[in-house]
């Protein structure tokens, strides 16, 4: 397997409530490495960026307001595989479904408040890593 690198975010209810550093020992307890990390606010537009192929559909003003809510914890994980073993980590989208011990179950409370977001495949990471993340500054 490959070495890659997928962006991530803690998302502002999973800041909110104090759970950032349960997540970041989750991330070094499964052996992926943190390339950048900050902590950031999320405006409406820079939050359209991101989510462009969700603008439109019927969630996704619920999605904006979460997101720009509060303060969320960006990063760029790298490691063997690391697209698909940090979404499994985190489980499925919505922590009903997601099984016990993942971060959604564990810190999610519905679909659309879910603790964390994580890169779907290759092409999806290296947009959204290059949307928030320097390759001169940030990645170390
Ligand atoms: P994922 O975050 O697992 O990649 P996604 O890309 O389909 O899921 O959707 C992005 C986010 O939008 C998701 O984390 C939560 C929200 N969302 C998706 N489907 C939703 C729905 N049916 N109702 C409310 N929020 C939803
Ligand atoms: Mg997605």
Redesign the pocket.
């Known amino acids: 397997m490959a070495v890659e690198r997928t962006f991530a975010i803690i998302k502002p209810d999973a800041v909110k409530a104090g759970h950032s550093g349960e997540i970041l020992s989750a991330i070094h307890a499964a052996g992926l490495a943190i390339r950048a990390m900050r902590l950031v606010r999320l405006t409406p537009r820079i939050c359209q960026g991101f ?1 462009h ?2 603008v439109g ?4 003003p ?2 904006e307001a979460f997101m720009t809510e509060g303060p969320v914890v960006i990063l760029c994980l790298e490691g063997e595989g690391a697209i698909l073993r940090w ?1 499994d980590l ?1 489980g ?2 919505d922590p009903a479904k997601a099984p016990e011990g993942s971060l959604r179950k564990r810190f999610g409370t519905h ?2 408040r ?1 603790a964390t ?2 890169s ?1 495949r290759a092409e999806s990471a290296a947009f959204e890593v290059g949307y928030f993340f320097s390759q001169a500054f940030d990645l170390v």
């Open positions: 989510y192929e969700h559909k019927g969630f996704y619920e999605l979404r985190m499925p989208t679909i659309g879910n977001h994580g779907d």
